[in-house]
């Protein structure tokens, strides 16, 4: 039992590329979301999903793109990647009524 | 607009001791309110959570304590132990589950 698995771990960019960062799990789990990490910020939430073909914006969406097109993925799309999105991003699921499950996190860095 | 407030940055405890971490919050639409554990490279952890209608938990070494009128709550760890070591986020929300509000953490250490 996997639980949730980012990919990759570590990755830089230069301004301007775009890439998509994996998530996924096998815990059956409706709900989905991404958050990013940054000092002195907590952790903010990007987007959520609530299932299969359902997505919504969290607090800070601007400059990322969702889908959820399975229960078990639901990547993160970086279009025209910024500095400002220098971060490290945290996939996490559960069950509606549940906590969250994390992954162990991608450490992206934008020059 | 910081909904969720973890004040203190950084906590250091002997270990045995009690550790008491600090959370306040703003939003009194919180109905649910959770702490969560993150060792380095790892991604955080569910500890233990607390419903607005109750104002204590507990979970083994670990209490949640609940004030709604002061809009504050509090996690105590005894006696701490060396592994307890880690940021500690305080988070909240209203509703199910999702959009859930995290605080900035609180980094605690305890010391053998």
């Known amino acids: 039992n996997a639980g949730v698995t980012q990919t990759p771990k570590f990755q830089v960019l230069k301004t301007g590329q775009s890439m998509t960062l994996q998530c996924a799990q096998d815990m059956n789990h409706e709900y989905m979301s991404w958050y990013r990490q940054d000092p002195g910020m907590g952790l903010r939430l990007i987007h959520y999903s609530v299932g299969a073909g359902i997505t919504d914006q969290g607090e800070v969406p601007n400059g990322y793109n969702v889908s959820r097109s399975t229960t078990e993925d639901f990547p993160l799309r970086l279009l025209s990647a910024a500095p400002s999105q220098t971060s490290v991003y945290f996939c996490?699921?559960?069950?509606?009524?549940?906590?969250?499950?994390f992954g162990n996190g991608t450490r992206l860095t934008v020059t | 607009d910081q909904q969720v407030k973890q004040n203190s940055p950084s906590l250091s405890v002997q270990e045995g001791r009690i550790s008491i971490l600090n959370c306040d919050y703003t939003?009194?639409?919180?109905?649910?309110f959770l702490w969560y554990k993150k060792y380095p490279a790892e991604g955080p952890t569910f500890l233990i959570s607390?419903?607005?209608?109750?104002d204590k938990n507990e979970d083994g070494r670990f209490t949640v304590f609940l004030n709604k009128s002061a809009k504050h709550l509090s996690l105590h760890i005894v006696p701490s132990q060396p592994g307890d070591s880690a940021v500690y986020f305080c988070a909240s929300g209203s509703g199910g589950y999702q959009k859930v509000t995290f605080g900035t953490g609180t980094k605690l250490q305890v010391i053998p």
């Open positions: 607390i419903s607005s209608i109750k």
């Open positions: 996490a699921s559960s069950y509606l009524q549940g906590a969250l499950h």
């Open positions: 939003n009194s639409m919180f109905d649910y």
